[in-house]
């Protein structure tokens, strides 16, 4: 199907305009509390790199959870199979900060993106490579061609000052030899992860390897086709916290958000998507983000069902 993306775009931001219940932003930390849960963008970006954006879409933003995926395909590229004897791969039904499972489960968390999975991805991308949050910017700056792309230092210190639930959760997982790096230096390289500031285009185009089967911008390859199926199912299933079930029955596609308001989605094989607004509902998902998302699969078709 021929299908210019541009008109789907600008009927979704009409239709999220007139959305009278936005959530709230994220209040645990002052550089989240503070966003207007009005703002919105959101960007399609087509295998070939070209890029469909509306509203804010080249706002910079907190990425928050949304790099989990990348430091996810990074570590799954140097490890290989070996990443999952640290990680699981079920959703957890329980809030991405939780502790509660980690004692049942003898220090291995459930999947890669609660905070405890992508803590044990973190130290193990770390070990590999000696700098997991500088190999993960110097990916998404490629990818997105925008090598203007940083940390925002000022979040990283803001999360390491209010850190204590992660700082538990590292200790705790250290404590079943399931992480090799001091704490310290893990919570520096996770914090850093989380405070990477990006636009809506920037992280369409960085998610584009998933919908390329693992190719990456440049054509090389960064995933076997095995592993990028296995990545935008480990989305699926549990990109979206507690909600995974509700965002695979409305909006049916790979997706996996950050507590700034972003989502990224995957339609494999056709486009990647990005879209933001800071508005959180109870479970940290962008109100007007699933909005948004929901929208586009039901009038573009586009889904992996
Ligand atoms: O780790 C934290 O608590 C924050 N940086 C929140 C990250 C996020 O978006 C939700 N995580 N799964």
Request: hydrophobic share 40%; proline share 5%.
């Amino acid at each position: 199907m021929l299908l210019t993306f541009a008109p789907v775009l600008d009927r979704i931001a009409e239709e999220i305009a007139g959305l009278a219940e936005r959530g709230r932003p994220a209040d645990y930390i002052p550089a989240l509390a503070s966003a207007d849960p009005n703002r919105f963008g959101m960007a399609v970006a087509e295998l070939d790199g070209t890029v469909y954006g509306v509203g804010e879409w080249q706002q910079p933003f907190s990425t928050q959870s949304v790099t989990k995926v990348f430091t996810l395909a990074l570590a799954l590229a140097r490890k290989g199979d070996p990443l999952w004897d640290h990680v699981g791969r079920e959703p957890s039904g329980n809030p991405f900060n939780s502790l509660v499972q980690l004692e049942y489960e003898n220090g291995i968390p459930r999947n890669p993106f609660i905070n405890a999975g992508a803590l044990v991805v973190t130290d193990q991308l770390h070990r590999m490579t000696g700098d997991a949050s500088g190999v993960l910017l110097d990916f998404l700056r490629a990818e997105s061609g925008n090598a203007d792309l940083d940390f925002d230092r000022d979040v990283a210190a803001s999360e390491t000052a209010h850190g204590d639930r992660n700082a538990a959760l590292a200790h705790f997982m250290a404590s079943y030899d399931n992480i090799a790096n001091p704490v310290p230096t893990l919570l520096r390289e996770y914090f850093r992860q989380c405070s990477v500031e990006a636009s809506c285009g920037d992280l369409a185009l960085a998610t584009g390897f998933l919908a390329r089967h693992g190719i990456r911008a440049d054509g090389s390859r960064l995933l076997t086709r095995s592993q990028a199926k296995q990545v935008n199912a480990v989305m699926l299933t549990c990109g979206t916290y507690d909600a995974a079930g509700d965002f695979a029955y409305r909006v049916g596609l790979p997706g996996k958000s950050g507590v700034g308001g972003a989502i990224i989605a995957v339609v494999p094989g056709r486009c990647t998507l990005c879209v933001w607004s800071p508005g959180l509902d109870e479970r940290g998902n962008s109100v007007a983000g699933v909005a948004a998302l929901d929208r586009f699969t039901t009038i573009t078709g586009l889904s992996v069902f």
